[in-house]
């Protein structure tokens, strides 16, 4: 039995067969069953896991219909069109999927119909029905108002005036219905009679292409998981020509025989329909994750699906086979570590137009990147640079991720180079110092209302060693009695 | 110094079968192959005509298996240049050095990139030392080495294992101009094995890779070639006007060799000049802020014999050097 807290009192919200032999009902009172029968055993409901539950059977339906969508708290709709005659038939297909259920410990039911609303009906008040197209009519009839999907007020008001069964709400007039009870209750009789399309709207995004492949044996070697990747995309090869595409992400989805799903994705910088890359990027995905892949008893179906795709460019190959396209070497390498890695694996700086060092240069994963240009037999002017400048700024070689705090004991003019300073508790003797170069704020992204941040004046320093670093000093020296000094930062190192 | 081994009185056959059998052990062994031919000079000489002199270690591989620093002392010493499909070991002594070290491997990729333009770099790191040392930041690569912003891509591993492995599979690649592997300490992951597969994969691609070690200890590993890098005073700018005082001018390196097949010692202090993208050599210190003479080890001693040279106006007991051998910013400064 399961009690769940309501206007602060516990309350029975689900209870099995034997608990309603004993006369217990849902919404009485937890204390109530207690005085009644105080050998009842209460679990405290817990939403948040009933969803985990029902969304991972959710993903084992996948495996029947890519449409599966999850409908309130306790049920799934599966849009099996097209997909029945994979299973032998209606029946069969929902007998195979309630059995399946049954032996994984669950008490389900289902209803097939044409409609969704006709099909919700079925499975809540006819047990395993299956519909047949023209016949929602006949079997709404006699049911009662809440096989309508309607809201509990809008069936309290019906039942008021009389209409008990949805016979008697269809042979009504429609349009003082529609006027008293809202266009909501038409909208979802029409829906149930196939007057009206309703659009069950998926769970997961459906794969434009997808191959799988069901095992009479169930694997669980990595191995031979891979081995059936590598069958599944020369299926998926001859699709993604005929095309004229290539995935971008690929999805794999491995079945456990107890109900449970893995999925494992991977996606590419470039579009790819080759076997092989295919194989080698999954396996460096599966390496990572070997420990996090529970293989239990096996898999008995796996599933390649391309999530997304791009058009394929077709590149014509020389004859002695030699035109390595590097660029394309260097894709693939950053795919596999990605998939091996993370996203952020492999990483491409982008330039950026401004002034602040931090800012000025931008570093994203390689796959988001825009492509590198072909490399110019002749560069003419290095685009970096601008063109008016004399003297490009310069800049270090590496540069903090936040600048460093330091502490700077004097300075030899207030507003000059520090004489010394203690950067990560070592001291530094400044042996010579250039600038200041002043970058202020930039004024322009600066929110209204929003404080001007202070200016940084940045020095080159060689330290006694010959170590030269890029150091700032934020703000200015303030003569105001109160006014705190500023602070000095480390920003990079030059080489 | 330079070992010689004097062959004496062989008979032309027996010796082309040393040769042989030298030329397999190099082969064996992975070590360059040593210079076998007969000095050109010795014929000329009736009672020395069978004798041949064996130099240890200058190679006479291809050319091409090299990459030339462009400073000759270097070269020799590294017995040719830096090889080119090799993995190749660049120390900084401490973290703070790394600033220098990565201006040190980034001009040596600059020279690789001569030759091969627009290829891309990969620079591979664990987190920690990109968080100790910083992000290479593609703004100040530009300016100093030419390296297009397109052309660097950098990979950040959290840890050390998955760094290798970017690293390795990077290595095999021939579409990097060079791969550069950056990390901190002496992790024990880093053992022989680890690094012979690295110079392998780098030997059959042909490619360098690069091994910066900032804080590291000089543990045993597979690199033919260690050296340590440290940052030496920069030389002031030079302007129409002569050099302008208390300016930082280019970058200057100290490179110690630590480790090479040749295994001659030796220390230089290398500038870098930006805008020919070329090293040049500095053989004293332009600012001497210490003296050269007691710092690190002592550099070799140029081969050849040491001849006496006449004393002229030297005191007798050459413990002092003279007013005029005393240079004018050591002498001691007195108040008042």
């Given amino acids: ?495 | 110094m330079l070992p010689e081994v004097n062959v004496m009185a062989m008979s032309a056959v027996a010796r082309d079968t040393v040769f042989a059998l030298r030329r397999q052990i190099a082969k064996i062994e992975g070590t360059l192959p040593e210079r076998l031919e007969a000095p050109v000079a010795a014929p000329a000489d009736a009672a020395k005509s069978d004798m041949t002199l064996v130099r240890r270690g200058l190679a006479v591989a291809s050319p091409d298996a090299f990459l030339h620093t462009g400073i000759e002392r270097l070269d020799t010493a590294l017995g040719g240049g830096l090889p080119r499909a090799a993995l190749s070991e660049i120390h900084g002594l401490e973290t703070r050095d790394a600033g220098a070290v990565a201006g040190f491997a980034l001009s040596l990729v600059s020279l690789i990139l001569k030759e091969k333009q627009g290829l891309p770099i990969l620079w591979v790191g664990t987190s920690e030392i990109f968080h100790e040392a910083g992000l290479p930041y593609a703004r100040g690569l530009h300016a100093l080495f030419g390296i297009e912003p397109e052309q660097l891509l950098f990979s950040e591993a959290p840890k050390l294992l998955d760094a290798l492995w970017i690293a390795e599979e990077a290595a095999r690649m021939t579409a990097f101009a060079a791969v550069i592997l950056e990390i901190r300490g002496s992790p024990r992951l880093l053992d022989l094995t680890a690094t012979r597969r690295l110079h392998a994969r780098a030997q059959n691609a042909g490619r360098p890779v690069l091994l910066l070690r900032q804080a590291g200890e000089a543990d045993p590993t597979a690199a033919p070639v260690r050296l340590i890098v440290s940052a030496a005073p920069a030389a002031s700018r030079e302007t129409v006007a002569g050099p302008l005082a208390g300016s930082i001018g280019r970058p200057a390196f100290k490179v110690d060799i630590g480790k090479s097949r040749t295994a001659l010692p030796g220390q230089f202090t290398l500038e870098w000049n930006p805008n020919e993208h070329a090293f040049a050599e500095r053989t004293e210190n332009p600012v001497a802020v210490v003296p050269a003479s007691q710092r690190g080890a002592d550099p070799a001693p140029a081969p050849g014999a040491v001849l006496a040279f006449p004393a002229i106006g030297s005191p007798a007991t050459g413990d002092q050097p003279s007013r005029q051998q005393h240079p004018a910013h050591r002498s001691p400064r007195r108040a008042g």
């Fill in chain 1, 1 to 495: 039995m399961i009690s769940h807290r309501d206007n602060n009192t516990q309350r029975i919200a689900a209870l099995d067969e034997r608990a309603e032999a004993l006369k217990l009902k849902r919404g009485m009172g937890i204390a109530d069953a207690r005085a009644m029968h105080p050998m009842i055993d209460v679990v405290e409901a817990d939403p948040e896991a009933d969803r985990r539950l029902l969304e991972g059977l959710a993903d084992w339906c996948d495996r029947y219909t890519p449409l599966v969508a999850i409908d309130a708290e306790d049920g799934l709709f599966l849009d099996v069109t097209g997909c029945t005659h994979l299973f032998s038939g209606e029946r069969a297909m929902q007998d195979e999927i309630l059995t399946r259920f049954f032996q994984q410990g669950f008490d389900v039911r289902a209803g097939l119909a044409s409609t969704p609303g006709a099909a919700w009906a079925a499975a809540r008040f006819h047990g395993n029905r299956i519909v047949a197209l023209g016949e929602e009519e006949a079997l709404l009839a006699p049911l009662p108002l809440s096989a309508l999907r309607i809201a509990p007020e809008t069936r309290t008001l019906l039942e008021s005036v009389g209409l008990r069964t949805a016979g008697a709400v269809m042979a009504a007039p429609r349009a003082p219905l529609a006027r008293r009870f809202g266009a909501t209750l038409l909208l979802r009789l029409d829906q149930a009679l196939g007057r009206l399309d309703e659009a069950v709207s998926p769970r997961l995004p459906v794969a434009p292409l997808s191959v799988e492949r069901h095992l009479a044996e169930p694997v669980m070697l990595t191995d031979d998981i891979e081995r059936l990747i590598s069958r599944l995309a020369v299926a998926l090869k001859t699709d993604l020509e005929r095309r004229g595409e290539g995935a971008r992400t690929l999805a794999l989805l491995l079945f456990r025989v107890d109900g449970a799903v893995s999925r494992i994705a991977v996606g590419t910088s470039r579009p790819m329909r080759e076997p092989r890359l295919i194989q080698r990027l999954f396996h460096e995905r599966l390496t990572a994750l070997e420990q996090n892949i529970d293989a239990g008893f096996g898999f008995d179906l796996v599933r390649l699906s391309v999530l997304s795709v791009a058009a394929f460019d077709l590149v014509q190959g020389d004859l002695t086979g030699e035109a390595d396209d590097e660029d394309a070497d260097i894709a693939l390498f950053a795919d596999r570590v990605r998939a091996r890695l993370d996203e952020a694996a492999v990483l491409k700086p982008v330039i950026v137009e401004s002034h602040l060092p931090e800012r000025a240069v931008k570093t994203v994963p390689f796959a988001e990147a825009p492509q590198r240009r072909a490399p110019a037999a002749g560069r003419a002017t290095p685009r970096t640079t601008p063109p008016m400048t004399i003297y490009p700024p310069e800049r270090p070689v590496r540069l903090f991720r936040s600048p460093e705090p330091i502490e700077v004991p004097a300075t030899e003019i207030p507003e000059g180079p520090p004489m010394n300073f203690r950067w990560r508790r070592a001291l530094y003797r400044v042996a010579r110092a250039e600038g200041p170069e002043r970058i202020a704020a930039e004024w322009w992204r600066q929110l209204p209302g929003e404080e001007e941040a202070p200016t940084r004046d940045y020095y080159r320093i060689e330290d006694s060693e010959g170590r030269r670093y890029w150091l700032y000093r934020q703000g200015l020296y303030s003569s105001a009695p109160q006014a705190a000094p500023p602070r000095w930062y480390m920003h990079g190192v030059f080489a």
